[in-house]
């Protein structure tokens, strides 16, 4: 950035400021003698190298891997019951298709023997005999 | 400053036993580098010290706030921002609006008469111009262009995104410039 190389030129970045001699020195024990008592509390830090934290990525991708796996099975199911389903209609139509094929047969082969019912009847009847 | 494993420190700091102790390492290790810090918002040394030692009073008192969550000089050093941008706030509140607005005129005068300000004159007006600009501003300027700290790190600090710190750095920048160019 050219300005804030002008500026940088023109100031600088030193530090401009300075303490009374010994400040740094005499500050902390200042500080601890100021300090207030506080209730001895043990504190709960998180921790990030525990367990969970590393667990966590590993989870993560177990709960993909299952979902992904999970999708599959249920694509690939959805595939196995179309196809079932159209081989079980292809199946009825072609039992449908047989069944009045084998009565044009019959009527056919009755027309062709000048077969009435009552023909039919007896001829049925006389075998049961 | 004396370099101390934070790790350790943080576990000392966590025991009810070590707690105090700890914590006097603690303000051994990061004393000076939140002094400098609060400093260049602050100005004056006096003040500087209150601030500080309000800085670590609060960090003691709120330790059970501390989770571990982020490193221990990047909380240290957003309550130092946060108490030392309060300390100007109620310091500008307590000026009336006309003393307040000779009070900014006059920062680089101030800073010159000042015996522990070591710069020189277009140093002192470079901190008047800094103390001009709004506290986002003010804070990212004089994180980077002072302390040189990545955008990451002070997006840390600060809790904002390193896009909205660019930002604010440039045009901190912009005003800077703009402020030498009027007095030049």
Request: no cysteine.
């Given at each position: 950035m050219k300005e804030e190389e002008i500026i940088k030129k023109r100031c600088g970045t030193g530090?401009?400021?300075r303490v009374p001699d010994g400040y740094f020195d005499d500050?902390?024990?200042?500080l601890m003698e100021k300090l207030p008592e506080r209730e001895n509390r043990t504190i709960q830090l998180s921790n990030h190298y525990g367990v969970a934290h590393i667990l966590k990525p590993i989870l993560y991708a177990a709960a993909c891997l299952c979902l992904a796996i999970f999708c599959t099975v249920l694509y690939f199911n959805k595939n196995v019951s179309t196809n079932q389903s159209q081989n079980s209609s292809a199946s009825v139509s072609?039992?449908?298709s047989s069944e009045s094929s084998r009565d044009e047969l019959i009527d056919r082969t009755a027309d062709y023997a000048m077969m009435d019912n009552h023909d039919i009847y007896a001829c049925v009847s006389s075998d049961q005999d | 400053m004396i370099a101390v494993d934070e790790k350790h420190l943080i576990k000392q700091l966590a025991d009810s036993v070590t707690q105090r102790s700890a914590f006097g390492l603690v303000v051994k290790q990061y004393s000076e580098l939140l002094y400098w810090q609060i400093r260049r918002i602050v100005l004056n040394h006096e003040d500087t010290n209150d601030v500080l030692q309000n800085t670590f009073i609060k960090a003691w008192n709120n330790l059970d706030t501390f989770r571990n969550d982020s490193k221990l000089s990047t909380w240290l050093?957003?309550?130092a921002i946060n108490e030392s941008l309060d300390f100007v706030r109620k310091q500008k509140n307590e000026i009336s609006i006309e003393r307040d607005t000779d009070a900014t005129?006059?920062?680089?005068?101030?800073?010159?008469a000042d015996e522990y300000f070591d710069g020189n004159e277009i140093q002192a007006q470079l901190?008047?111009?800094v103390s001009k600009l709004p506290e986002a501003q003010r804070t990212v300027f004089n994180m980077r262009y002072f302390d040189g700290m990545k955008y990451?790190?002070?997006s840390k600090v600060l809790?904002?995104?390193e896009g909205a710190l660019k930002a604010s750095f440039h045009i901190a920048v912009q005003k800077i410039s703009k402020f030498f160019q009027s007095i030049d």
């Open positions: 530090n401009v400021f500050f902390a024990s200042n072609v039992q449908g | 050093y957003r309550i005129m006059s920062i680089s005068d101030i800073l010159m901190m008047q111009a990451s790190e002070i809790s904002t995104s």
